[in-house]
């Protein structure tokens, strides 16, 4: 039973992350081919980090959220379907392709950067609520 009740936060969680990632893209539209830099992708993926830092944080011991469940619905679903991956990678993929190799690489570094230093500051937040 509570492998099925995670399994069932984790897709809860999923479809509402996924919701959320597609109204993101409505609020920040971006016109393929390589018209701009993708925004939205890059929006999502810095704010899900910030979200997914944020929950763990408040997912240790003594946290609000300290439970397993809370972070298998918080992270694994809802940051899992809200962030974008996948759609970053095709986005890089696009531009290298349509020969913009410098647009590619200041995409590639304002995500990782970007992100990375979201989940930290999401991190000490959660922790320290």
């Known amino acids: 039973m509570s492998v099925t009740l995670n399994f069932i936060l984790v897709m809860i969680g999923s479809a509402l992350g996924g919701g959320a990632r597609y109204a993101a893209e409505l609020f920040f539209p971006y016109t393929p081919p390589n018209s701009s830099l993708p925004i939205a992708t890059l929006s999502v993926n810095v704010v899900g980090s910030l979200l997914a830092g944020m929950f763990i944080g408040l997912s240790l011991p003594g946290g609000p959220l300290y439970s397993t469940r809370g972070a298998l619905f918080l992270v694994t ?53």
């Open 77 to 129: 679903g809802f940051c899992g379907g809200f962030t974008t991956f996948s759609a970053f990678s095709l986005h890089t993929l696009a531009m290298l392709q349509e020969g913009e190799p410098y647009i590619a690489l200041v995409y590639i570094a304002l995500s990782v950067f970007l992100c990375v230093l979201a989940a930290g500051i999401g991190y000490l937040i959660g922790a320290e609520m």
